[in-house]
């Protein structure tokens, strides 16, 4: 991988030793045909970054796009095809098909990739959970994502936010 494209992103930090963020939309675990310029996915991949010398991993899964605002306008369905929270079922299904492919994706990379420590993140559950407990919640959105996730209880394995890259 050509990393001088991204000087731009690694001269912000004085050090990068202990790592970077290098996450973005559209990022995959295998290499793509595509890039993102012709509709495709982000330069980045697991595998490339890996055999550069990065150990840890925190792998997002995808929301749940039949609760999104613009899927909702976009996509009207009968009334029978929301579930208690509003959202379209069957968008949900096809987030939740992708999500256990792509966990079961990571577990076989964990095995294949020994010496780094990948976790995977299920912000499906935590997205859903704000969505459809919406009103139990009084936090600003973001913070009380990031109060979920701290702490591990939406991780595999469940790795505290502090521990992750060690």
Request: charged share 20%.
């Amino acid at each position: 991988m050509d990393w001088n494209i991204y000087v731009p992103i690694l001269i912000l930090w004085d050090q990068t030793s202990h790592g970077a963020d290098f996450a973005t939309a559209a990022s995959t675990i295998k290499p793509q045909s595509r890039g993102l310029s012709e509709g495709g996915f982000s330069p980045f991949y697991l595998e490339s970054v890996y055999d550069e010398g990065a150990t840890s991993f925190w792998i997002h899964n995808t929301v749940p796009f039949g609760c999104l605002p613009y899927v909702l306008a976009s996509f009207p369905v009968n009334a029978s095809e929301y579930d208690d929270a509003g959202c379209i079922i069957s968008y949900n299904k096809v987030s939740e098909y992708f999500n256990q492919k792509l966990k079961e994706t990571v577990v076989e990379l964990s095995k294949e990739l020994s010496s780094a420590a990948i976790t995977y993140v299920d912000m499906y559950a935590v997205k859903y959970r704000l969505i459809s407990q919406a009103e139990k919640y009084d936090e600003a959105t973001n913070k009380w994502i990031f109060n979920q996730i701290i702490d591990g209880k939406f991780s595999d394995p469940p790795v505290l936010l502090k521990m992750a890259c060690h």
